[in-house]
């Protein structure tokens, strides 16, 4: 274990009153001494600003908004990377991208994944006794022991990518429309001569297509039935169990049974957002039924709002990054501006987490490994070092203190993918690269190195709008301290384990259930 990691545990120790074994503080709804369960939810693309708990304008998320009044909602917490596979790497492995390789985004026929060595956390919870179990969007890599099945979890269910990352038969919206399948028996011949596009969208059970292209109008559902039978299942097994949702939505709305009296205003994306909703109260539901008391369900986005699918696309409150948009370019998914990383999160333990309580500690997705593994009784690999910290003493409401240091990487819309371009210290931001991804008027705007960077304080101003004066005294007083952790964090990470993800590409590890059909349908639809 680094000494970076040691060190946060130290701090994570300090706001606990002093270092003591988890297992004393751990659980305390639970009198039979059986280890917790975990359901973790992380929704795509979701906007800080489409939960209507965080932003009243919002009216379309009852069931979150209920699970916020009867657990605790973050308004100051961070998706550890600004897209989709890098996000989620760094969720199951509580390791930044440089650390973990993962730093961009994994496409249809990539040869790789999150690399093999990167410990999930679903294997250390399987190690300590957990039935573990996924469904939704995987995105770490489909190609042989890249996939689920063979990452710690027992049960897969889902589409191993985005559900625009190939043709349906029901393509609905998106910007541009993502075309429907074509028809027929002629044979593909040659899988390589096709965009991804033209290939179906598979659905997986387990280590099976058992639907190619996936009928999106009947997913949400059978998410919704497939997680509900895990939890049934595994918690008549007598063991405790472990579910990490990913949830397809929001994204951009893409089924075309959305019937809506305005389709290109807001509409399909508010029947989204409350299809998506239901399908988390369906799982709390079962929850709530069927081991209340004993489960941690903790809600999260992946990243902010992918602004260029312009009505499409969700909210980002009031954190517009308005510097950013005022030279042109998004400040929402992809930049490391407030509307890219800071994400609705909720957490909902009924007896242990206190109820209608909200939270503006410093946390991140980073958190969940670490706060998992110690709630689990569960042990770290010891030879790496980790980002996040063990923040079960917030969530049990004895501590407000969260981190001091978030870095947050690049994530496509400037500069290196995954280099820790700005740094957020208390309640200040400190931008080396800026840059905007890619808007709704098809502008992605410029990209700036600052040397110094541009400081902006959040409490002051949420919006990004005004950096502070390069002159003036706060902005003296806090650069040497951003200098100084940014420093800090670079040795760490080269004196690491750092492990390289495969990003090379080859059309032979296109998912297809019969390669012999156009589009590689299954047969049988
Ligand atoms: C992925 O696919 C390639 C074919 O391009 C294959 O050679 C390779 O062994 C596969 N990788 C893994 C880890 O299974
Ligand atoms: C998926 O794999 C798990 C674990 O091996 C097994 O229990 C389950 O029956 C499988 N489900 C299906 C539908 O194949
Ligand atoms: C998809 O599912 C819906 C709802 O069950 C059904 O009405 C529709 O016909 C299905 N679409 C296709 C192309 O199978
Ligand atoms: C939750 O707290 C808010 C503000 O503190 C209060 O207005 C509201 O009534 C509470 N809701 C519930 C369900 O207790
Ligand atoms: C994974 O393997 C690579 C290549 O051998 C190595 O450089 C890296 O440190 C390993 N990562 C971990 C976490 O062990």
Request: glycine content about 12%; proline content about 7%; hydrophobic content about 35%.
């Amino acid at each position: 274990m680094g000494w970076l990691f040691l060190k946060v545990l130290f701090m994570g120790a300090t706001f606990l009153g002093g270092l003591y074994p988890l297992v004393d503080f751990c659980c305390s709804g639970d009198t039979r001494g059986q280890k917790p369960n975990f359901v973790i939810i992380l929704a795509d693309d979701m906007g800080w600003g489409d939960l209507g708990a965080n932003w009243a304008e919002t009216k379309d998320t009852a069931n979150l908004d209920e699970m916020a009044a009867e657990g605790m909602r973050f308004v100051d917490f961070h998706a550890a990377a600004s897209t989709c596979s890098p996000s989620r790497a760094s969720l199951l492995t509580g390791r930044l991208g440089l650390r973990n390789g993962v730093t961009h985004n994994f496409g249809v026929t990539s040869v790789g994944g999150l690399p093999l060595n990167e410990t999930t956390l679903a294997e250390v919870l399987r190690q300590a006794g957990y039935v573990t179990g996924m469904i939704g969007k995987w995105h770490l890599g489909h190609n042989g022991s890249y996939h689920p099945n063979f990452r710690g979890f027992d049960y897969y269910f889902g589409i191993p990518y985005s559900h625009d990352m190939g043709c349906t038969d029901t393509p609905g919206y998106n910007h541009p429309p993502c075309p429907a399948c074509p028809r027929g028996d002629t044979p593909s011949r040659n899988l390589k001569r096709h965009c991804y596009t033209d290939v179906a969208l598979p659905l997986y059970e387990n280590l099976s297509i058992v639907e190619q292209p996936v009928n999106l109008t009947r997913l949400a559902q059978k998410y919704a039935e497939k997680a509900t039978q895990f939890i049934h299942r595994a918690s008549a097994s007598g063991r405790p169990f472990f579910l990490y949702v990913g949830l397809a939505h929001m994204h951009v709305p893409l089924s075309g049974t959305w019937h809506c009296a305005d389709p290109r205003g807001r509409g399909p994306y508010r029947a989204g957002l409350r299809e998506m909703d239901s399908l988390v109260g369906q799982i709390k539901d079962k929850v709530d039924h069927t081991a209340r008391e004993n489960t941690l369900i903790w809600f999260a986005g992946d990243n902010g709002p992918w602004a260029q699918k312009c009505e499409l696309a969700g909210s980002v409150g009031p954190f517009t990054g308005s510097w950013q948009t005022r030279q042109g370019g998004s400040a929402a998914k992809q930049t490391t501006w407030e509307g890219g990383h800071r994400v609705p999160a909720l957490a909902y333990w009924p007896g242990t987490v206190p109820l209608n309580v909200t939270s503006t500690a410093l946390l991140s997705v980073l958190d969940l490994f670490p706060t998992v593994v110690a709630l689990a009784g569960a042990s770290f690999p010891r030879d790496r070092h980790f980002d996040g910290l063990d923040v079960s003493a917030v969530l049990f409401g004895r501590s407000q203190t969260g981190h001091r240091v978030l870095f947050h990487p690049n994530s496509g819309a400037a500069g290196e993918y995954g280099a820790l371009q700005t740094v957020r210290l208390g309640r200040h931001k400190a931008f080396y690269i800026t840059g905007g991804a890619q808007a709704c008027d098809g502008k992605v705007g410029p990209a700036w190195r600052h040397e110094p960077p541009l400081i902006f304080n959040l409490e002051e101003d949420a919006a990004e709008a005004e950096p502070l004066g390069g002159g003036g005294a706060e902005y003296q007083r806090v650069l040497p301290k951003v200098r100084e952790v940014l420093a800090e964090v670079l040795l760490d990470i080269a004196a690491d384990k750092t492990s390289r993800a495969d990003y090379t590409q080859d059309p032979l590890v296109t998912p297809c259930c019969d390669p012999h059909q156009r589009a590689c349908r299954c047969p049988a639809t």
